[in-house]
């Protein structure tokens, strides 16, 4: 009789110990984390301008950052919404910040208004010979080589659909030599072409807007299935991520002087069911990329003769 109520007993813990680890299984399956890191508006920013009251860092900075990161999460979903050159016509500047921006694992990169400053053949030229993963929606003419309407990345076994949009009234007050061989068109029919097209592909829909965080706001309310907005142009600092409808709308400031992290929740079903977020930002003393400190002191160098050349 002992022996029965003691194998009842010791079946009893058995079974409640696999009902307990079933249930921890399925509940640790049903809810993946994905980090997304996010940059706009780095406008050409090589460094710290050493201005008064800037005590932050920029693409030296986050080389090293961004490194440092994908060694303990190499999952992240990195991405960036245009304005990575500046707006001074500046084509070695310019030429160093793309080449650094070549040096990091962006996912998803939008294209700016302020790429085009330099010129079209400048910003062409760039594009055409990288491989980094450019998309635009809108933006028909100049034709680019290597830029793609819409990307889909796959991350912890997430797929996400990544689709670009600049205002098509950006280039409005520029100069004539940009405006008339810039042709963007209104992105309203095509954008919903495109999310009817990827929404059944992928789980989640990201949008990087170059739009300005108030038309984001609009975007958000009008589009039900866009899950993220990364935006830019707007310059706009937005500390912790908001909600509009169903969107999440992040920002990461100007000048490259943070990196936004975004931290999702995916439950069962694929959907995003908590998120939490902040910017990072580059401080002084956070390490250098010793690489990027020497091209920025070779930028120097230049622009010291080029000085002294036109003195003499």
Same mark, same amino acid.
């Given at each position: 009789?002992?022996?029965?109520?003691?194998?009842?007993?010791?079946?009893?813990?058995?079974?409640?110990?696999?009902? =307990?680890?079933?249930?921890?299984?399925?509940?640790?399956?049903?809810?993946?984390?994905?980090?997304?890191?996010?940059?706009?508006?780095?406008?050409?920013?090589?460094?710290?301008?050493?201005?008064?009251?800037?005590?932050?860092?920029?693409?030296?900075?986050?080389?090293?950052?961004?490194?440092?990161?994908?060694?303990?999460?190499?999952?992240?979903? =990195?991405?960036?919404?245009?304005?990575?050159?500046?707006?001074?016509?500046?084509?070695?500047?310019? *030429?160093?910040?793309?080449?650094?921006?070549?040096?990091? %694992?962006?996912?998803?990169?939008?294209?700016?208004?302020? !790429?085009?400053?330099?010129?079209? *053949?400048?910003?062409?030229?760039?594009?055409?010979?990288?491989?980094? %993963?450019?998309?635009?929606?809108?933006?028909?003419?100049?034709?680019?080589?290597?830029?793609?309407?819409?990307?889909?990345?796959?991350?912890?076994?997430?797929?996400?659909?990544? $689709?670009? $949009?600049?205002?098509? !009234?950006?280039?409005? =007050?520029?100069?004539?030599?940009?405006?008339?061989?810039?042709?963007?068109?209104?992105?309203?029919?095509?954008?919903?072409?495109? $999310?009817?097209?990827?929404?059944?592909?992928?789980?989640?829909?990201?949008?990087? *807007?170059?739009?300005?965080?108030?038309?984001?706001?609009?975007?958000?309310?009008?589009?039900?299935?866009?899950?993220? $907005?990364?935006?830019?142009?707007?310059?706009?600092?937005?500390?912790?991520?908001?909600?509009?409808?169903?969107?999440?709308?992040?920002?990461?400031?100007?000048?490259?002087?943070?990196?936004?992290?975004?931290?999702?929740?995916?439950?069962?079903?694929?959907?995003?069911?908590?998120?939490?977020?902040?910017?990072?930002?580059?401080?002084?003393?956070?390490?250098?990329?010793?690489?990027?400190?020497?091209?920025?002191?070779?930028?120097?160098?230049?622009?010291?003769?080029?000085?002294?050349?036109?003195?003499?």
């Amino acid at each position: 009789m002992f022996f029965i109520k003691f194998f009842n007993y010791m079946m009893f813990k058995i079974i409640l110990y696999l009902i =307990f680890f079933i249930f921890f299984q399925n509940l640790l399956h049903a809810q993946k984390e994905i980090d997304i890191l996010y940059t706009s508006n780095t406008n050409g920013a090589l460094e710290n301008c050493r201005c008064p009251n800037k005590a932050l860092g920029s693409l030296e900075k986050r080389k090293h950052f961004i490194d440092q990161w994908y060694k303990n999460k190499p999952g992240t979903l =990195f991405l960036d919404s245009g304005d990575f050159l500046s707006a001074k016509r500046n084509e070695l500047k310019d *030429s160093i910040a793309f080449k650094i921006y070549e040096m990091l %694992p962006y996912d998803a990169i939008g294209i700016g208004d302020q !790429e085009f400053y330099n010129g079209i *053949s400048f910003i062409t030229n760039l594009i055409d010979n990288s491989k980094l %993963p450019f998309i635009s929606l809108n933006i028909s003419s100049p034709k680019f080589k290597n830029v793609k309407d819409y990307i889909i990345v796959n991350k912890e076994n997430i797929n996400f659909g990544i $689709i670009s $949009i600049i205002d098509p !009234e950006i280039f409005k =007050f520029y100069p004539k030599r940009i405006r008339e061989n810039i042709e963007v068109f209104e992105f309203a029919e095509r954008l919903n072409e495109k $999310i009817n097209l990827i929404k059944d592909q992928v789980n989640i829909i990201i949008l990087l *807007s170059h739009l300005g965080i108030e038309k984001d706001r609009q975007i958000a309310k009008k589009y039900n299935e866009i899950d993220v $907005i990364v935006g830019g142009h707007s310059q706009s600092f937005i500390e912790k991520p908001e909600k509009v409808n169903n969107s999440i709308i992040v920002h990461s400031g100007k000048d490259g002087y943070n990196v936004g992290h975004l931290k999702i929740k995916i439950n069962k079903k694929n959907e995003i069911h908590k998120f939490n977020g902040k910017l990072i930002p580059m401080t002084l003393d956070m390490k250098s990329d010793s690489t990027v400190l020497m091209m920025i002191e070779n930028y120097h160098l230049l622009n010291q003769k080029k000085a002294v050349d036109i003195n003499d």
